[in-house]
């Protein structure tokens, strides 16, 4: 089992920058497939990207691509989620999430897919 704990979030202006990460315990990181989610109020939970194995593949959600960046350091334990050009409606509470290798099923960014959750961090783009 595998623990998920997320920081890096604030409050940015538009157009500005910032890194979320993803650190893990009690787990090699290395068997897991990682994702982004966010959720605003009053909205379900939408995938945002998700990444395999080290090196491997990488998806995005059409909202982001292009503008946001996954990454991972299994050495580090960690996971990180670069977003530039933010924008106001990528306010929301991020969380990342986690599933065995084994089991990363389509749709990638389906929460549905994934088993372990963190406890989110709050990113704010002011206008």
């Known amino acids: 089992q595998v623990q998920l704990v997320e920081s890096g979030g604030g409050l940015v202006q538009t157009g500005g920058s910032l890194r979320l990460s993803c650190v893990a315990s009690?787990?090699?990181?290395?068997?897991?497939?990682i994702a982004w989610f966010r959720q605003a109020p009053g909205k379900d939970r939408e995938g945002v990207s998700t990444i395999g194995s080290s090196g491997g593949r990488t998806f995005y959600s059409s909202a982001v691509k292009g503008r946001f960046t996954i990454s991972r350091n299994d050495a580090e334990h960690a996971v990180y989620l670069q977003m530039n050009s933010l924008q106001p409606e990528d306010t929301a509470v991020y969380f990342c999430?986690?599933?065995?290798?084994?089991?990363?099923?389509?749709?990638?960014?389906?929460?549905?897919?994934?088993?372990?959750w963190g406890q989110g961090t709050q990113v704010t783009v002011s206008s």
């Open positions: 009690g787990s090699n990181l290395d068997s897991y497939a």
């Open positions: 999430a986690a599933v065995p290798l084994s089991e990363w099923l389509t749709p990638r960014l389906s929460p549905f897919v994934y088993e372990y």
